[in-house]
């Protein structure tokens, strides 16, 4: 049987080796907490540091900078295949008005 201070431990190493968050921050989730990326690296950074967390369930490329800006996020988590549709989305002037860090 697994504790959940071993998933909580695996959480922290996660976080440790990866994204750079404390308090202050706001972390955008979208992707599924069955994945091992959104949950240890999302939900553990948020746990370890104190970070705020925005959850998504469905990731949109077309709201996305517009949920981030509302949001405060500071921090984005990802996999591959989100960039691509962010990179697939029309341009906008107001693209780089954002509070993305990370």
């Known amino acids: 049987m697994l504790s959940n201070r071993r998933y ?5 190493l996660s976080y ?3 994204l750079k968050c404390d ?5 955008y ?16 950074s948020s746990f ?4 705020s967390m925005f959850i998504r369930r ?3 490329g077309s709201n996305f900078l517009g949920e981030v800006r509302e949001h405060g996020a500071t921090c984005f ?3 591959g295949e989100l960039c691509r549709y962010l990179l ?10 954002n509070p993305l860090g990370t």
């Open 8 to 12: 909580l431990m695996v959480a922290a």
């Open 16 to 18: 440790k080796g990866g």
């Open 23 to 27: 308090e202050n921050d706001c972390i």
């Open 29 to 44: 989730l979208c992707l599924p907490l069955y994945h091992g990326t959104g949950l240890f690296l999302g939900v553990g």
């Open 48 to 51: 370890c540091t104190g970070a």
């Open 58 to 60: 469905k990731f949109s």
């Open 77 to 79: 988590i990802y996999i």
């Open 88 to 97: 697939n989305t029309p341009e906008r002037e107001d693209d780089y008005k």
